[in-house]
């Protein structure tokens, strides 16, 4: 068994609490044994910083097959391949070429067309794996490939708000399943609503075949995990740790300052940060 994200786990809308849940999700995941997940433009909302010390620190591996970013450590990978009961998987990743705006992208970072990246590595990837799967987010991406490269590909699985949308696919079977140039195109569910079951039919001496596609709802009726919910309050409660610890820093920076200013320089900036209209 594979367990698999194609993207979009942190938010894209930032909060007090941002860093700290991207922190739980990591971990959750972790706990929770997966073996891959597909970066997005979203996991870059806190920062290449941050996605970069993330995937210094957790056990999977983050993946994106069109990502270029500059500087001596690659920090994600193009593809991996994984073997499953005596099957090769190989398991690529892209995102849409506008995933980072340009106006916020962090330096050293591009994004190739996915059919270029994807191209150019599919030659070598099909030598090592019996049955090869594309994680995308957002199903926008799915009109960058083109026909020569997705036939390539046994299985497309895309995630995020846009994934509903359906691009060129044919519709076929369940809500969450299409086609693209007969390859299957599986949808999972944004904000870990569902999770997403489907079994390969693997020949090595021909095309693997989509067996099952379901998926099980995550209501209220799933039971909580203690193991995740000790994760949580755990990150909360480090992040709190971590939080009083910067403004006491600050604050002692901010009166080691004040005692080198005279008591008139003092009063004066004291009485202007008084003073000030609020915004």
Not at 86 to 103: F, K, N, S
Not at 253 to 273: A, C, I, M, T, V
Request: with cysteine; hydrophobic share 40%.
């Amino acid at each position: 068994m594979l367990l698999l994200d194609a993207g979009g786990v942190l938010s894209d809308k930032k909060d007090s609490l941002s860093e700290a849940k991207a922190n739980i999700s990591f971990a959750a995941m972790e706990e929770m044994g997966y073996d891959a997940m597909n970066l997005s433009g979203q996991e870059f909302s806190l920062g290449e910083n941050f996605i970069r010390n993330a995937a210094g620190r957790i056990k999977f591996p983050f993946i994106s097959s069109n990502l270029v970013s500059e500087g001596p450590h690659q920090w994600f990978r193009k593809y991996i391949i994984k073997e499953v009961g005596g099957v090769r998987v190989a398991i690529l990743g892209i995102m849409p070429t506008d995933a980072l705006p340009l106006i916020s992208r962090p330096a050293g970072i591009n994004i190739l067309p996915p059919s270029d990246a994807l191209r150019k590595l599919l030659p070598t990837v099909k030598k090592q794996a019996d049955a090869i799967i594309l994680l995308s987010h957002a199903n926008v991406a799915m009109p960058e490939i083109e026909d020569d490269v997705m036939a390539q590909i046994d299985v497309v699985i895309t995630s995020g708000d846009g994934a509903s949308e359906t691009h060129d696919c044919d519709a076929e079977g369940s809500e969450s399943q299409g086609t693209l140039h007969n390859t299957p195109v599986l949808k999972a569910e944004s904000k870990g609503l569902s999770l997403g079951i489907a079994t390969l039919d693997i020949n090595k001496k021909a095309k693997p075949v989509l067996a099952e596609n379901s998926s099980i709802t995550l209501d209220q009726s799933v039971h909580g995990d203690e193991n995740i919910l000790r994760i949580a309050e755990n990150k909360l409660e480090a992040y709190e740790t971590e939080k009083k610890r910067r403004e006491a820093e600050k604050l002692q920076k901010e009166l080691q300052k004040g005692l080198k200013l005279s008591p008139e320089e003092f009063f004066k900036q004291y009485n202007q940060k008084t003073n000030s209209p609020k915004s």
